[in-house]
């Protein structure tokens, strides 16, 4: 089967940096996206990797390892309107996106 | 409008009505998408095409139906709901058939309860 595996939630502090990982196992690869979901809001696209290697932008990051099945988001200097859920989702071999429970930050001040 | 809005925000129905939950968007966009995101789960398709005139099942069709007969609409219906989906509902779109990087947009969602 696919699947797409997250921390359920984590907590972090403003100003801070936070490492949100992401491992999969599925049919096929072509692509990873993470995205941003504010509650009761819609998810909005934050990255997109489809090669190895780290991709930066802006205060946030995202790396691929795909011989690993692995990705992470890393977010620096946290704001408190950085909180919000942090989906992972894969492309799969039929171009369909496949999706993690998402991971629930918490930022304190 | 500027991107994808749906209809209704919300809506509480009784088992066994039909409920259709509509979808536009503005940005020309191939493909859509039907969702929907249950506490503790993922976002899970329901149905998606990937151009006007077709339509593919998802992970999750059963008990929903959907028709895209131009560029822009993509309603998907209940024919005779039960509380197993009360759910939120989203629809999206992507340019191209989601190949490349091409992202997934969102509308706002539909809260539905099946009473």
């Known amino acids: 089967g696919q699947n797409i595996d997250q921390p359920t939630e984590m907590t972090a502090t403003e100003g801070a940096i936070v490492q949100i990982n992401c491992t999969y196992q599925?049919?096929?690869?072509?692509?990873l996206f993470w995205y941003q979901q504010h509650a009761g809001e819609a998810p909005t696209f934050l990255s997109y990797n489809v090669l190895d290697g780290l991709e930066e932008k802006g205060r946030f990051s995202s790396f691929l390892s795909r011989s690993k099945g692995y990705s992470y988001l890393l977010l620096k200097e946290l704001q408190m309107k950085d909180s919000a859920s942090y989906l992972c989702a894969v492309r799969d071999s039929n171009y369909q996106l496949i999706w993690g429970a998402g991971t629930k930050l918490i930022i304190k001040p | 409008i500027a991107g994808i809005t749906q209809a209704p925000t919300s809506q509480i129905l009784a088992a066994g009505r039909r409920m259709t939950l509509r979808c536009t968007q503005d940005m020309r966009h191939n493909a859509m998408y039907w969702y929907r995101q249950d506490l503790g789960l993922g976002l899970r398709l329901i149905h998606y095409s990937n151009t006007a005139g077709t339509t593919g099942k998802g992970e999750v069709p059963d008990g929903y139906s959907v028709s895209r007969a131009n560029t822009d609409d993509f309603p998907l219906t209940l024919a005779s709901a039960v509380p197993s989906q009360t759910s939120v509902y989203f629809c999206a779109s992507s340019d191209s058939g989601g190949s490349g990087d091409n992202e997934q947009f969102f509308g706002p969602g539909t809260r539905l309860t099946v009473l």
């Open positions: 599925t049919s096929g690869f072509n692509g």
